[in-house]
C-alpha cells in the first residue's frame, strides 16, 4: 500500500479553484487563470467569483460552496481582510489545501500579523493546509498545474525549488528556460504560516519526480523539522541551498519581508554541514554548481590540480583557491613520472601544472590524463588562453573526449570571447561546467567537494559514551537548580567547575576565600604558587577589570594580592557584586596550549558548541570553529581540523604534540552537558590548557535559565541525540540477559550478520526477498536512523565476549505526521521464546509516549503466524483494497 502524502491534494491536486478569478487584464485573478490554462492543467479547474458569470471560458461560480464537487486545492487572490471568511466557505466544502497569495499579515505588522494567526486557526479547525500568505504559489510541470502569476512557466525537469522568496523563484525561472534546465515542482512559501520547508521536503524526498533540490532561505521557524526533513532529503538526493540575511542589515530586511526568525549565520553553516547540503552565495553559483553536480559530477575530495597554458591565469587560480581552502594537489613521484613524460622539459614542474603556451590539443590530452590518474587529485581545472599555437576549439574536443570516461570532476576555463566562442558551446552540448574566468571555476570545484564533505558529516549519528564513566546528571542539575532557586542564572566559577567535574571534564580545583586571612589559609592547603580571582556575578570578563592575578608564590603575597584585587576591582566598577576571591592551584604546563571551548544558545538552532585558540586575546583572534551537537569523534575531529590553531597542536616548534585525545574528550563531553542539561545557554571554559599530558579547564563561566518541562527531553536540540535512556535489560525464564537499545551507526556489522543468518522463509516475511546480504545503501539506512522520525531497537546479548543480534523492531513516521509504520524480526532461532513481544512492547510505548496516534503494519495474507501476534498486540486487520496478496494492521496508541 502506497501511503499518500498529505500535501498530495496541493502538489498533486485532482481539482483546483480560483478564487477571486477575474477577466479584467493584468489582475492577479487573470493571470493565474491565464497560466493555468496556458500550462494545459490535467485536472478540472473552477473559477469562483460573485461578479462574473465565467471566466475565459470557464464557468465560474459566486462561492467555493457552490461548485459541485470536493476541491484538493484553491488559490486565494483577494485581500487579506477578506481571507477569514472564505477560509471557513473553504472548511465548510470540504477543502483540503489553499494556496493564500495575498500579503498584509505578519510582515506587515501587529494587525496584520493577528489577522495571519486568525486565518491560521481557521486552516487548523477545517483541516485544510495552508501554503502562504504572501508567496508565489506553486508550479508542477508535469501536471500542466501553474497555480502562479509569474510571467514565466516552468519546463518538465527534476529540480525541485523551494524558495520564500517569490521574486526569486521568478528570476530562477526566467534564467532556466534559455539554460534548457527544467523543475519538477517550484514550490513558493512565502511567511510559511502553516506549511514550511519540512513539509515540502519531506515530499520531495519520496518524490519520483524530483531528483535534486534547490532552497532559498530567509528564516527557519522550526529547527528540528527543518533539519530532521534537510538531512533525509540530503541523504537521497543532492540539495544546493542559498541563504539570505548573512549580516544585521540584511537580516533586518528579512523581519520586514517574511517575518521569519534570524539566527547566527555562522551557526546556519554549521548546520547545513551536518545536514549534507553544499551552502551557495548567490545565483550564478547556483546555477553552475546545477549544471555541474545534478548531471553526472560526483565528488570525491577537495584537492584540486590545475592544468594551464599560461602562467599568470594558473596563479589567478591558486590564489582564490587559497582563499576559500582548497588545497592545490601535491603530486606522487608516479605523476610527476608520467608528467616529466608528456611535457615540454621547462614545464612549471609542480601544481598549477604550466604547460607552456605553445601547448596543442595532444599535449593537453596527455597532460589531463596523466593528472587525472594520480591519487592524490580529486578533481582538474583545465585553463586555456588563446595563444597563436593553440586551437581552443581542438583542445576543446580532446578534453570533452577525456571527461566522458573521468571518474572525477572536470571544469573548464576558457579565457577570452571570440576565438573561444565555439569551445563553449561545445561544453555547453557535452555537460562539461565551463567559466570564463579562473575565480568561479575554483569556486565551483569548492562547491563539489563541499558536498562530499557533508556527506560524510551526514552520516555522523552520534551515539552514547556509554564507554566511558557515566556522569553525575543528577548532581549537575542539583546545582543549577540550586542557583535557579536563588533567582541567580549566572553560576560562580565553583559551581560551574562541579558541572564539568560532574560530566569528567578535568578541573582546576576552585576554593571562595571572603578575607586575606582566609585567603592565606586556604592558598597553604592547596599549595604554593596559586592563582587568585574575583567571584562576582557581576564580571564576566575578570581579567578586564584588574581581576586575576597569577604565579602567586608567599603567603604575604596572596594576603596583599586579595586586597589589591578588590581595590582594583571596585575602582574599575564599582557597582560589581563581589563574592570574594577565588584561589586555585596555578596550572603550570610548559607545553601547554591555551584553548576554548564555548556553548551559547541561538534563537533558531538552539544550543551549539565552539572551539578555538583561548586566552585574552579569544575575541581578536576570532578563532573558533562551531558545531551542532550531539557530536561524535569525526565530527570532533573535523571542528578541531577547522581552526589555524590546529597546525600548532602537533609537534610546533620546540614544543611536542598535545595529547589530542584528551582534548577530543572534552569536547564530547561538552556536547553530552549540551544534550543533558537543558538549561545552560551559555558556557565558556577559557583557558582550556592542553599538553602532551591531558588537558584540564582552568577557568569555567556557566549562565543557565529555567524551562519548560516537555515529553521529550531533547527538546531543545536542532538535531535529536541517541536515546540511551531508553536501554533497557530483559531476563529471559531461562535466565539469559538480553540488551534492547536503540539502533547506532556502529552496529552496521552485527546487521549484516544478523540479516545473513536468518533463513530464507524470515527474509522473505520480511523484506519480501531472500537476499543473502543487505546492500550497502540498505544497511545505512537500517543503522544511521533520525531518531526524530523515527525508531529502531536491537535486542543483543553477549556471545564469547562480543555483542550479538538477535533481534529488531523499527517504527517510521508516516507523512501525516499522526501514525506510524513498523516492522519487527527475530532470529530463528529466538523464535517462540516471547523476544518478538518484547520488542513490540518497547517500540509500542516508545511511539505512544512520542505522541503518535496509530501504528499501521502491512503483512503478507499467507503469514498467518504474524497475522495471529499481531491480532493479540490489539491490532484490527483489514484487507488491502489494491492488493488482495496483503493485509493492513492498524493499533490506536492513544486514548
Request: proline share 5%; glycine share 8%.
Amino acid at each position: 500500500m502506497k501511503e499518500t502524502h498529505y500535501l498530495t491534494p496541493l502538489l498533486e491536486p485532482r481539482s483546483v479553484g480560483i478564487i477571486g478569478a477575474s477577466e479584467r487584464e493584468g489582475s492577479l485573478g487573470d493571470v493565474l487563470v491565464r497560466n493555468m490554462l496556458d500550462a494545459g492543467y490535467k485536472g478540472k479547474l473552477f473559477a469562483i467569483n460573485p461578479k462574473h458569470e465565467s471566466v475565459r471560458g470557464i464557468a465560474c461560480y459566486k462561492s467555493v460552496e457552490d461548485v459541485p464537487q470536493r476541491l484538493d486545492l484553491v488559490v486565494i487572490a483577494v485581500r487579506a481582510e477578506k481571507v477569514l471568511a472564505i477560509l471557513d466557505a473553504c472548511g465548510r466544502a470540504g477543502v483540503k489545501a489553499a494556496i493564500l497569495l495575498s500579503s498584509g499579515f505578519s510582515e506587515a505588522g501587529p494587525r496584520g500579523a493577528l489577522l495571519e494567526r486568525q486565518v491560521v486557526d481557521a486552516a487548523q479547525r477545517h483541516r485544510i493546509r495552508l501554503l502562504g500568505p504572501n508567496c508565489l504559489g506553486i508550479m508542477r510541470p508535469q501536471l500542466g498545474l501553474n497555480a502562479t502569476f509569474a510571467h514565466t512557466r516552468a519546463q518538465k525537469g527534476s529540480i525541485g525549488l523551494i524558495s520564500q522568496s517569490g521574486a526569486l523563484c521568478a528570476a530562477i525561472l526566467d534564467w532556466a528556460k534559455p539554460n534548457n534546465v527544467g523543475f519538477s515542482a517550484v514550490v513558493s512559501l512565502g511567511t510559511s504560516s502553516d506549511i514550511d520547508f519540512g513539509d515540502v521536503l519531506e515530499y520531495m524526498i519520496s518524490d519520483p519526480r524530483t531528483e535534486s533540490i534547490f532552497l532559498y532561505v530567509e528564516g527557519i521557524r522550526d529547527a528540528r523539522r527543518f533539519m530532521s526533513a534537510l538531512r533525509g532529503a540530503a541523504r537521497v538526493k543532492p540539495v544546493l541551498l542559498i541563504k539570505a540575511g548573512r549580516h544585521p542589515e540584511a537580516s533586518r530586511a528579512i523581519l520586514s519581508h517574511s517575518a521569519a526568525p534570524i539566527g547566527d549565520d555562522a551557526v546556519f553553516d554549521a548546520a547545513l554541514r551536518r545536514a549534507g547540503v553544499i551552502r551557495l552565495y548567490n545565483l550564478g553559483q547556483l546555477f553552475a554548481a546545477a549544471n555541474a553536480l545534478f548531471s553526472h559530477f560526483r565528488p570525491r575530495g577537495n584537492r584540486l590540480a590545475v592544468i594551464t597554458n599560461g602562467g599568470g591565469p594558473g596563479i589567478m587560480a591558486a590564489d582564490r583557491a587559497a582563499d576559500i581552502g582548497i588545497p592545490l594537489s601535491e603530486f606522487t613521484e608516479g605523476t610527476m613520472e608520467k608528467l616529466n613524460a608528456v611535457l615540454p622539459a621547462n614545464w612549471s614542474r609542480g601544481n598549477p601544472v604550466d604547460i607552456l603556451g605553445d601547448a596543442d590539443a595532444e599535449r593537453y590530452g596527455k597532460a589531463v590524463k596523466a593528472t587525472l590518474e594520480g591519487p592524490n587529485v580529486d578533481g582538474v581545472l583545465v585553463m586555456l588562453t588563446p595563444q597563436g599555437m593553440t586551437n581552443p576549439s581542438a583542445v576543446a574536443d580532446a578534453l570533452i573526449e577525456i571527461e566522458k570516461t573521468a571518474d572525477k570532476p572536470v571544469v573548464a576555463c576558457w579565457m577570452g570571447e571570440e576565438l573561444v566562442t565555439e569551445s563553449r558551446q561545445k561544453f555547453s552540448a557535452a555537460g562539461i561546467p565551463h567559466f570564463r574566468t579562473p575565480e568561479p571555476a575554483v569556486e565551483l570545484f569548492s562547491h563539489i567537494s563541499a558536498y562530499y564533505r557533508n556527506q560524510k558529516l551526514l552520516m555522523q549519528t552520534p551515539s552514547s559514551l556509554s564507554h566511558l564513566t557515566p556522569p553525575s546528571i543528577e548532581s549537575a542539575r542539583l546545582v543549577i537548580e540550586m542557583a535557579l532557586s536563588e533567582r541567580r542564572k549566572k553560576l560562580n566559577e565553583m559551581e560551574s567547575k562541579a558541572l564539568l567535574a560532574a560530566f569528567r571534564i578535568p578541573i582546576a580545583q576552585t576554593v571562595v576565600a571572603r578575607s586575606a586571612a582566609e585567603a592565606m589559609v586556604l592558598a597553604a592547603e592547596i599549595g604554593l604558587p596559586v592563582v587568585m580571582k574575583i567571584d562576582s556575578p557581576s564580571i564576566v570578563h575578570k581579567s578586564d577589570v584588574g581581576g586575576v592575578r597569577l604565579n602567586i608564590r608567599s603567603l604575604v603575597a596572596v594576603r596583599s594580592t586579595y586586597q589589591e584585587i578588590l581595590d582594583e576591582v571596585k575602582r574599575v566598577q564599582p557597582d560589581a557584586v563581589i563574592n570574594g576571591i577565588a584561589i586555585e592551584p596555578m596550572i603550570q604546563k610548559r607545553n601547554g596550549r591555551e584553548l576554548v571551548v564555548g556553548v551559547k544558545r541561538d534563537p533558531v538552532f538552539g544550543p551549539v558548541i565552539t572551539f578555538g585558540e583561548g586566552g585574552n586575546l579569544v575575541e581578536a583572534n576570532r578563532d573558533v570553529a562551531v558545531a551542532l551537537p550531539p557530536l561524535n569523534s569525526y565530527l570532533v575531529k573535523d571542528m578541531i581540523r577547522s581552526t589555524r590553531i590546529y597546525h600548532r597542536l602537533g609537534e610546533f616548534r620546540h614544543l611536542p604534540a598535545i595529547d589530542m585525545t584528551a582534548l577530543e574528550l572534552v569536547l564530547l563531553r561538552v556536547s553530552e552537558m549540551v544534550c543533558e542539561l537543558p538549561w545552560i545557554t551559555e558556557m565558556e571554559i577559557n583557558p582550556l590548557i592542553v599538553d602532551e599530558n591531558g588537558a584540564v579547564a582552568v577557568d569555567a563561566s556557566i549562565i543557565v535559565d529555567n524551562v519548560s518541562p516537555t515529553a521529550d527531553r531533547y527538546d531543545h536540540m536542532a538535531i535529536h541525540p541517541y536515546p540511551s535512556h531508553l536501554t533497557q535489560t530483559w531476563i529471559v525464564p531461562d535466565g539469559t540477559t538480553v540488551t534492547i537499545r536503540p539502533i547506532k551507526p556502529e552496529d552496521a556489522d552485527l546487521e549484516v550478520e544478523f540479516v545473513r543468518n536468518l533463513s530464507s522463509e524470515t527474509k522473505y516475511y520480511r523484506f519480501m526477498n531472500t537476499m543473502r546480504e543487505l546492500p550497502p545503501a540498505m544497511v545505512a539506512r537500517l543503522t544511521q536512523i533520525d531518531y526524530d522520525r523515527e525508531m529502531a531497537f536491537v535486542a543483543t546479548l553477549e556471545v564469547d565476549g562480543a555483542e550479538k543480534e538477535i533481534g529488531v523492531c523499527r517504527y517510521a513516521v508516516n507523512p501525516d505526521g499522526e501514525s506510524c509504520e513498523f516492522a519487527v524480526v527475530v532470529a530463528d532461532d529466538w523464535q517462540h521464546r516471547g523476544l518478538a513481544r518484547k520488542l513490540m512492547g518497547v517500540l509500542i510505548e516508545t511511539a505512544r509516549s512520542r505522541g503518535i496516534a496509530y501504528m499501521n503494519g502491512v503483512f503478507l495474507s499467507n503469514n498467518e503466524r504474524m497475522l495471529k501476534f499481531v491480532q493479540k498486540l490489539g491490532f484490527v486487520l483489514s484487507n488491502d483494497p489494491e492488493d488482495n496478496t496483503v493485509k493492513l494492521g492498524v493499533l490506536a496508541l492513544q486514548d
